[in-house]
């Protein structure tokens, strides 16, 4: 929700408000944004905010290890989640889709999925996803991270994958009826 250059983030507070009236308004519709409130609640009383403060204050440790790995490199490779996609399934009415998302394994929020892809949040590196196979007939991707204030380069590096392999069979979907 930030704008990030070089590690340091700026929270525009009329996006964050609106954010927050849009959650608060239809909750139901938005059921991860549940356990992340108790998990913020919690935080707020009984630890006062500092694992937050702790976190920003080694944000410069992580953004400088980036740094370094990207030193003598344009682009850094690597899986955009450690799992395949799960299996499709239909998603039943919003009234119970708080209990099917409470039911389903954790990748109904999203993890372990984002495990890769949420350092570049914190550092503030660019980074992009794009498809590059299958994996028991799921689609899995790579990602690719670059220098700060240097997305062109993961443009370059993305579009000449697109046009060096079939990237329409790679993409195209399955049918599974």
């Not at 590059?132 to 690719?144: A, F, I, K, N, T």
Request: net charge neutral; hydrophobic share 40%; charged share 20%.
């Amino acid at each position: 929700a930030g704008i990030s250059a070089l590690g340091q983030t700026y929270y525009p507070p009329s996006l964050a408000a609106a954010l927050d009236h849009t959650w608060r308004k239809d909750p139901v519709l938005y059921p991860e944004r549940r356990l992340q409130r108790l998990i913020g609640e919690f935080s707020a009383r009984n630890l006062e905010g500092r694992p937050y403060t702790r976190a920003q204050n080694v944000r410069a440790t992580f953004v400088a290890a980036y740094d370094r790995a990207l030193t003598d490199v344009d682009v850094l490779l690597m899986p955009t989640c450690l799992t395949t996609a799960p299996a499709y399934r239909e998603r039943p009415d919003f009234p119970a889709l708080l209990t099917w998302a409470e039911g389903n394994d954790d990748r109904a929020m999203g993890l372990p999925g984002l495990r890769n892809t949420l350092p570049f949040n914190y550092t503030g590196h660019p980074a992009i996803t794009i498809p590059c196979g299958r994996s028991d007939s799921l689609p899995v991707g790579m990602q690719l991270v670059g220098r700060h204030l240097n997305e062109a380069t993961l443009l370059r590096a993305g579009y000449t994958y697109q046009h060096s392999v079939p990237f329409d069979e790679l993409i195209a979907v399955e049918a599974t009826r």
